[in-house]
């Protein structure tokens, strides 16, 4: 998780992989780690707004991992709330 928010001081295509790498394996191990699942659909959507390792449909993936992951984290509501296109 920590690891994560230095995406955020390091821009790039190398940092980006490896924290959604990180991040995608801590979901898988702790589903109901609201924080992490917020941050891995911020790195979901940056695929879409800066063009980093681009899978299919980022959008989507990041309002799906930001959505009823953790109803009382803040974290995931900012990052829900950021994406909602409705």
């Known amino acids: 998780?920590?690891?994560s928010f230095g995406f955020?001081?390091?821009?790039n295509?190398?940092?980006h992989a490896l924290v959604r790498e990180i991040l995608e394996r801590a979901v898988e191990k702790a589903p109901a780690h609201g924080d992490c699942w917020a941050r891995l659909a911020q790195i979901y959507?940056?695929?879409h707004m800066n063009?980093?390792?681009p899978r299919p449909d980022p959008l989507g993936r990041a309002?799906?991992?930001a959505a009823g992951r953790a109803p009382g984290s803040a974290t995931t509501r900012g990052s829900s709330s950021?994406?909602?296109t409705g």
């Open 1 to 3: 998780m920590l690891r």
């Open 63 to 65: 309002l799906s991992a």
């Open 45 to 47: 959507a940056d695929e």
């Open 13 to 15: 295509e190398e940092e």
């Open 8 to 11: 955020d001081e390091r821009l």
């Open 51 to 53: 063009g980093h390792n």
């Open 82 to 84: 950021r994406w909602s």
